[in-house]
């Protein structure tokens, strides 16, 4: 009984997962009931019709960017090639760029990888945590050596560096602006763009950010202590990027760097 279930469960499996599509239906056939072969087809079609909707939440631009039919082959490729290991589907679809950037299908559109990394990260910034601003701590930036201070950034706060102007291909579908047209200019002159993303509140921002702002950015979400990331950008301002910052909640404070923080 137990070897009749697991081959019953090794089947479900594989019909959901195996890839290509032949080889799953030969899985779907070695099982010997016709109405099991049918219920397996249900799983899998099902199994597809989640993988689409999952994609279609997570990459909204990607997904008009490659139109419908796309979508639904790439949903149901990735689907195979890395199936969910956890409940929450909504988690799944982290290794999508990747997946995305060494298809030869979509090699004739080389941004697109990088597009799908800004919308992973802007996904996962709509569900990180809260964090209240806190006012009094930035007393510390005048009472203390920037050596032993860190900034702290919202949980969500993201940077994707990139040779294509990802952040103004995002905003122009989800927001309207910048032009399509001017969308299309920049990507024939080659313009790169760093993408900020993070969290204001129930609003997901996303911003082209310079190349120091984005260093500094960087530093500080690898736990730099403020001093360190400021020489990682010289060319920023941090007397007038600090106050934007904060209003914008992307600087929630400013903590005190422990010993062991600073070995």
């Known amino acids: 009984m137990k070897t009749a279930l697991a081959a019953q469960q090794q089947a479900l499996l594989s019909a959901l997962f195996a ?20 219920g397996l087809k249900a799983y899998q079609a099902n199994g597809h019709a989640v993988a689409e909707r999952a994609l279609l939440a997570a ?16 949903a149901r490729a990735f689907w195979h090639a890395q199936p969910p290991v956890r409940g929450d589907v909504a988690q799944w679809g982290a290794g999508l760029a990747d997946f995305v950037q060494a298809s030869e299908q979509l090699a004739d559109e080389p941004y697109l990888a990088d597009v799908t990394r800004v919308e992973w990260a802007l996904h996962q910034s ?11 701590s930035f007393a510390l930036l005048t009472e203390q ?9 919202v949980p969500g706060c993201a940077v994707v560096q990139s040779p294509w102007p990802v952040a103004s291909i995002i905003t122009a579908h989800l927001q309207g602006s910048p032009s399509f047209q001017e969308v299309g200019r920049r990507l024939r002159s080659g313009v790169g763009e760093c993408a900020m993303v993070w969290r204001q509140g129930l609003r997901l ?24 990331a400021l020489e990682r950008a010289p060319g920023l301002e941090f007397n007038l990027w600090l106050p934007a910052a904060v209003q914008s909640a992307l600087v929630a404070g400013v903590v005190p760097l422990t010993a062991s923080d600073m070995t």
């Open 126 to 136: 709509a569900s990180a945590a809260d964090l209240a601003l806190d006012v009094a």
């Open 59 to 74: 990459y909204p631009v990607l997904a008009q960017l490659v139109g419908p039919e796309s979508l639904s082959a790439l």
């Open 205 to 228: 921002r996303i911003a082209a950010c310079s190349p120091s702002e984005a260093a500094f950015v960087q530093a500080v979400l690898a736990g730099a202590s403020l001093a360190a």
């Open 145 to 153: 050596d920037a050596s032993r201070l860190q900034l702290r950034l």
């Open 19 to 38: 890839w290509p599509a032949d080889d799953a239906i030969k899985n779907i056939a070695a099982c010997a009931e016709s109405t099991c072969a049918r």
